[in-house]
């Protein structure tokens, strides 16, 4: 599979790899915000039922793992110059997008609340505030 492959600058990796330790920092970020309550699968005796995401990094990235293990992936294939990592790292994409509707669709049903935080913060990058005039 030799012509699936494609070279970068020497710049453009360095670049790739201060993106790879952000999202790596991200991952942790997302790792550490979690608490028994605040888990995609909650259960019914959670203390803090209405307690969301809203603290850390959770506050503005719903799916931060997803987010950083995604840009990982996608640097690291871009890095390596590989066609066909970057098409399994899409597959990967893909499939944290439909997880992450799956659990969200019970996160809703759980939290009352739920609905409004989706609208206010973005599912794997953060939402940007329109400027109103």
């Given at each position: 599979?030799?012509?699936?492959?494609?070279?970068?600058?020497?710049?453009?990796?360095?670049?790739?790899?201060?993106?790879?330790?952000?999202?790596?920092?991200?991952?942790l970020l997302g790792?550490?915000?979690?608490?028994?309550?605040?888990?995609?699968?909650?259960?019914?005796?959670?203390?803090?039922?209405?307690?969301l995401f809203n603290?850390?990094?959770?506050?503005?990235?719903?799916?931060?793992?997803?987010?950083?293990?995604?840009?990982?992936?996608?640097?690291?294939?871009?890095?390596?110059?590989?066609?066909?990592?970057?098409?399994?790292?899409?597959?990967?994409?893909?499939?944290?997008?439909?997880?992450?509707?799956?659990?969200?669709?019970?996160?809703?049903k759980e939290y009352?609340?739920?609905?409004?935080?989706?609208?206010?913060?973005?599912?794997?990058?953060?939402?940007?505030?329109?400027?109103?005039?």
């Amino acid at each position: 599979m030799e012509g699936f492959s494609f070279t970068i600058p020497r710049t453009i990796k360095f670049i790739l790899i201060a993106i790879i330790i952000i999202a790596a920092i991200i991952i942790l970020l997302g790792i550490f915000g979690l608490s028994k309550p605040n888990t995609s699968f909650p259960s019914n005796s959670s203390k803090n039922r209405e307690a969301l995401f809203n603290l850390g990094i959770y506050k503005y990235i719903r799916n931060p793992i997803y987010s950083g293990v995604f840009i990982v992936f996608l640097a690291s294939s871009i890095i390596m110059g590989s066609g066909l990592n970057l098409v399994v790292t899409l597959m990967l994409g893909l499939s944290f997008y439909i997880k992450s509707r799956i659990e969200e669709e019970r996160l809703v049903k759980e939290y009352s609340n739920y609905k409004h935080y989706k609208k206010k913060v973005g599912r794997f990058f953060p939402k940007f505030k329109k400027k109103s005039n």
